[in-house]
């Protein structure tokens, strides 16, 4: 008997070395690995010109932070998708990312509908996706979203109109998408808390619409002293192109993404004739801000830095680099306060992280998980085809 319950210890405490030995090498050769972070941006198709910056600046970073020894002492390794700017190459990609690659967060999109139709897929597999494009959404457990959202840009661009610039009497044309319709509701419900002001006429157009002309019309006659164009991409530059042709002549404030490349090439003269302010981010004028500046000299400087050293010195910071980097940073430190790269551990961080980014300051809490309560924006003017910054 105390021969056979010998053996019968021996056997175990074999087990249990062999045991042992197995989980310190799974934990080492699992520490050892990259951290795995999935990406969908559209490279290639009609958002080409906002994706493919958006992945130049994400892996920027990567480099950067993989040159400095990683994060948790582990290298970072992005799984980049093209959707090509369709939601259901969009749903493709992150399914693929999150099932096959087994990424531990997702960041994307370029597109608002891409991002739109990925948060289901990042819902029901429990995976934190941080969103840096424009996507318009209630709360959701595992969504977390950059910037300040559509509908607090949208009564932060009011409430500034009004306040820094003195509109009273106010023109509106939005469009039909979800960008535009929110703001109109946003609009119509924020405009109470401005007894100063108020809306003497508001019109829409469809995002495709080639002539603006039976709208400015009315526009003009409503004798506003201030036209807001809430569209973009080339309604707005018809709508630029026909505020022109009618002779008109109120002042004219423009949303969020009007001021891209596209329209300035095509209807930048008639901006610059008729003063035209933009509502952007800073960045696109970061460089051209006091030296002293925090926005300048916190982000901007140290983030070309990184950019030329990757892809040469002649490489300047664009505002769609800017939002590859948010991403990217807010789910480094979210691995920091999480301390792995456990999905749901990186979910509760995203709830505890601080970080003042080019987008604007993020602070999701477990309530709220749209970043900011106002984006970095402010108002732009064009002088000689470039943006700068407007002082009034």
């Known amino acids: ?59 920027a970073i990567v480099d950067d932070v993989n040159k400095r020894g990683g994060v948790l002492g582990r290298q970072i390794e992005a799984f980049i998708e093209d959707d090509k700017g369709s939601p259901t190459n969009a749903v493709v990609a992150a399914t693929k990312l999150i099932k096959d690659k087994k990424v531990s967060v997702v960041i994307g999109p370029s597109m608002i509908d891409s991002g739109m139709a990925m948060i289901p897929i990042c819902e029901q597999e429990q995976t934190p996706f941080i969103v840096t494009g424009p996507v318009v959404s209630p709360f959701k457990k595992w969504v977390f979203i950059l910037g300040s959202g559509d509908a607090r840009d949208a009564a932060n661009f009011l409430k500034r109109s009004i306040e820094q610039l003195g509109a009273r009497r106010i023109a509106v044309l939005y469009d039909t998408s979800a960008y535009g319709s929110t703001a109109s509701k946003v609009f119509n419900g924020e405009i109470g808390k401005h007894p100063e002001a108020s809306f003497v006429i508001q019109e829409r157009c469809e995002t495709t619409d080639t002539n603006m002309i039976p ?74 801000l006091s030296p002293d500046d925090p926005y300048r000299k916190n982000l901007y400087e140290p983030f070309k830095k990184i950019m030329q050293a990757k892809y040469g010195p002649s490489r300047d910071v664009i505002l769609f680099h800017t939002l590859g980097h948010d991403g990217i940073q807010v789910a480094i430190e979210a691995l920091k306060i999480a301390g792995s790269d456990d999905r749901a551990a990186i979910r509760d961080a995203l709830e505890k992280v601080r970080w003042e980014g080019f987008i604007g300051p993020y602070a999701c809490t477990p309530t709220d998980h749209i970043g900011s309560l106002a984006a970095a924006r402010t108002f732009l003017i064009l002088k000689n085809s470039e943006l700068w910054p407007y002082e009034k």
């Open 1 to 59: 008997m105390k021969r056979s319950s010998a053996v019968v210890a021996k056997v175990v405490f074999f087990v249990f070395a062999i045991s042992c030995f197995v989980a310190v090498h799974g934990i080492q050769a699992r520490a050892s690995e990259p951290i795995r972070i999935g990406v969908v941006f559209s490279v290639t198709g009609p958002g080409g010109f906002v994706g493919t910056p958006q992945r130049d600046g994400l892996m």
């Open 215 to 288: 709208q400015l019309t009315k526009i003009k006659a409503a004798n506003a002293d201030t036209f807001i164009i809430y569209t973009s991409g080339n309604a707005a530059t018809v709508t630029a192109k026909n505020f022109s042709q009618l002779g008109m002549s109120m002042r004219v404030l423009c949303a969020g993404g009007v001021a891209v490349p596209e329209f300035i090439k095509n209807a930048g003269p008639i901006a610059e004739e008729h003063k035209f302010l933009f509502w952007e981010l800073k960045a696109p004028v970061a460089g051209k």
